[in-house]
């Protein structure tokens, strides 16, 4: 089963219209539940009034007086409340204030415009820079959300007798995550004889989250919560934190109200009060030798982290330890900071920060080759990560990644050498579009960084049914990644079984064990391995308990597995995550083994510009990737070339618009995604490799096509633009402008 691109689980029944969204479950007496929010980012709020035109003693009204348990989002740091007390500090436009819940819509949105915040308004603080310099001070003494130092020999001796020292400065901005399907969530809240039971369903990444935001929320045990996972149009790290926030809001109303509530947002209040990426600031010093050997890297990381913590901390530390790139150097210096500003709270997005300073990275390699007069291609090839060279926080190399296979493989692909000679010659014409080709290597860490995994120990397991088929026991979500398929896919190579024996059994924590959330490219390999080792489990207890004689077919298993519930009453099998052996993670110094292992990749793309209108048009671009074994095909290849879109929309043209810190361009009309008309046909190629750790040699693939590029189109537009300061992405026809007219007057 692992290796062949059977069909998606869940797929009939999206392509049929029968599966059912948050906002399809129908509930009897269910109300609407709305939030108001904050408009000026940052006061006190002083006093709440109600305006005449709707029956008030009608409307459910949830302040944050009503909160029955503690009023912070339960994260890394208790900073973030559900809702802002009367005397409290409105730390971000959109902050929720207050909410309510009315049987009809329209009155409910009526209420909403009818509530008047009285607010203290302070000045803001809004971006890197200012937090930086503490032009006001909003968070602990230094605007620091979370500070991280790596460390490798020493760069400071090397400047002076380097033969080259080049610098630069790089900047992304916020991104939109842009799931088909808003936030959504249902709370019902009960009065068992034990006291409050609560119950959440909705459109979540990672229930235990969400479990663990409302136990405190109410100040209940585990046992009187209950989170389902309904199915979820999408996410990709849009719906990590935040359902935790939505999920409390629709349970503090139906607690009060004694009816279920639904919150479902629509696409601008989405967009507007919901999480983003972390815009970033990069500063890179390097030191060359004259052959173009990198000897030292001096690296400043700064990320824009919001209002509150959130996940802040582990965005930081995945974007510090992708900082250095896929090089070798023996003198690394990261100073990594997320900072505290009076903007909605960033938070997970494909990629969790790798894609903010591999941006920087791989454009500064660029940069630096041209400024000594090499071929960007050359001084990458001297300076790869090969077998026995340590990376920044001192982990070994215990393998050749294959750089330079990945690197040639690419160029091949997409006819790199061809197109350059090619291209020098047409942009010399007097024609206005000009054509230019690039690429950008990378890798990502697989799995939770240092000694997340063993701090988590997820458990997963599997059933045997009624009718003798297996069910998935895991809290891991679908939301279009193919988790559900490629499980099933590994359980029944395991077993030895057809895939249509095996299907995944509902993600409800009442039944279904904590595996850990639905994030850092863990699924396949760290949870797919924990599933194997339950199948065996599953099998042997058969073998042992005298129901199942090896070897055996799928009819043999199937009455194997009836025999043993008839005579034991129920027959399950998990496992637990066991550490790699020979790991080991300095959590306190960022030392050691930061991933178990990693996915690579190299990426070419070429482009077009148009000096008329500068609009960038991409006109091809190729994907070689090692993740080791590719369990299915068909939805890798899925996975590679959404993420690879993404990747561009980022690169040049999604930008957050920021106003006084609220997002001026909230809807679909005026925030700018590629569509199928605006991409090329994305080439994508695996070179499989197996990795130990993962069930049949799997690594991580989700978040690696989010990692390449941006780097590799910016680098494309220098070769056909020249020597532009392309620093920035989104790189957008006004920003070309400016660079060209900028480069006129230099």
């Not at 070419?604 to 006109?619: G, P, R």
Request: charged share 25%.
């Amino acid at each position: 089963m692992i290796g062949a691109s059977t069909i998606r689980k869940e797929g009939r029944g999206k392509v049929m219209g029968s599966a059912r969204y948050t906002d399809d479950v129908e509930l009897p007496g269910c109300l609407v539940g709305v939030t108001v929010r904050s408009r000026c980012a940052r006061g006190i709020l002083r006093g709440i009034t109600f305006g005449e035109g709707v029956p008030w003693d009608a409307i459910t009204v949830v302040t944050a007086a009503d909160i029955p348990g503690k009023n912070f989002v339960a994260g890394h740091v208790d900073d973030q409340p559900f809702l802002v007390p009367l005397g409290g500090t409105i730390a971000h436009a959109e902050q929720p204030v207050l909410l309510l819940a009315h049987a009809d819509r329209a009155v409910a949105e009526k209420a909403r415009r009818l509530v008047r915040l009285e607010v203290e308004e302070l000045p803001p603080l809004l971006d890197i820079e200012e937090a930086l310099a503490c032009v006001r001070v909003i968070h602990g003494e230094r605007n620091i959300l979370k500070e991280i130092r790596i460390a490798k020999g020493d760069p400071d001796p090397v400047w002076a007798g380097a033969a080259h020292v080049v610098e630069g400065e790089y900047r992304t901005g916020a991104q939109e995550q842009l799931y088909l399907e808003p936030n959504a969530m249902i709370g019902t809240v009960e009065r068992g004889a034990e006291g409050l039971e609560v119950t959440v369903s909705g459109s979540l990444q990672c229930p235990y989250y969400v479990h663990e935001a409302l136990r405190h929320l109410f100040g209940i045990p585990g046992e009187r919560v209950r989170v389902v996972a309904l199915e979820m149009g999408g996410a990709f790290g849009g719906k990590e934190d935040y359902p935790s926030v939505i999920a409390g809001h629709a349970a503090l109303l139906a607690l009060k109200s004694g009816r279920p509530v639904r919150i479902a947002y629509d696409r601008e209040e989405d967009m507007a009060a919901t999480t983003k990426r972390h815009p970033s600031r990069t500063r890179i010093r390097s030191a060359f030798d004259g052959e173009g050997r990198l000897l030292a890297l001096d690296i400043d990381f700064a990320l824009d982290g919001g209002a509150f913590t959130t996940l802040s901390p582990v965005v930081l530390s995945r974007g510090a330890l992708h900082a250095a790139g896929v090089y070798a150097c023996p003198a690394v210096r990261i100073l990594a900071r997320a900072v505290a500003t009076n903007t909605p709270p960033c938070g997970a997005f494909r990629g969790f920060g790798a894609p903010q300073s591999l941006f920087a990275i791989e454009r500064h390699m660029d940069v630096a080759a041209r400024r000594m007069g090499m071929d960007p291609v050359d001084l990458r090839r001297i300076n790869f990560l090969r077998e026995g060279d340590t990376m920044a926080t001192g982990q070994v190399m215990r393998e050749d990644p294959g750089l330079e296979g990945l690197m040639d493989r690419a160029m091949g692909e997409i006819h790199y050498r061809d197109l350059q000679k090619a291209y020098a010659v047409r942009n010399a014409w007097d024609d206005p579009v000009k054509r230019g080709v690039g690429l950008s290597v990378f890798m990502h860490g697989c799995g939770f960084t240092g000694s997340g995994e063993a701090t988590m120990a997820s458990v997963a397991g599997v059933e045997g049914l009624e009718d003798g088929s297996v069910a998935v026991l895991a809290a891991s979500t679908e939301m279009g990644q193919g988790k559900n398929t490629v499980f099933c896919q590994i359980v029944a190579e395991t077993l030895g079984l057809p895939v249509d024996m095996v299907d995944m059994a509902e993600v409800d924590t009442k039944f279904v064990p904590n595996s850990g959330p639905t994030v850092a490219s863990r699924s396949t390999m760290v949870v797919g391995r924990i599933l194997e080792d339950a199948a065996r489990g599953l099998r042997l207890a058969l073998v042992q308990g005298g129901f199942l004689a090896e070897p055996y077919g799928p009819g043999e298993f199937r009455e194997a597995v009836r025999k043993a519930r008839r005579s034991l009453g129920s027959l399950k099998a998990y496992g637990q995550y066991q550490a790699n052996p020979g790991f080991a993670w300095d959590d306190k110094n960022y030392r050691g083994d930061a991933y178990p292992n990693f996915s690579w990749a190299c990426y070419a793309a070429a482009v077009a510009v148009d000096l008329a209108t500068f609009e960038v048009k991409v006109e091809d671009f190729a994907t070689v990737q090692e993740v080791g074994r590719v369990v299915n095909p068909t939805l890798a290849t899925g996975q590679i070339q959404g993420g690879v879109a993404q990747g561009i929309g980022w690169g040049l043209w999604e930008e957050v618009t920021f106003r006084e810190g609220r997002m001026a361009n909230n809807q679909l009309t005026n925030y700018i995604i590629p569509t199928s008309a605006d991409l090329p046909h994305i080439r994508v190629a695996f070179l499989e490799g197996g990795s130990p750790f993962g069930p049949g040699g799997a690594k991580g693939i989700g978040e690696l096509p989010m990692d390449g590029p941006a780097p590799a189109l910016l680098n494309a537009l220098r070769d056909a633009l020249g020597d532009l300061r392309l620093d920035e992405v989104p790189m957008t026809p006004e920003r070309i402008l400016n660079r060209l007219e900028e480069a006129r007057h230099a």
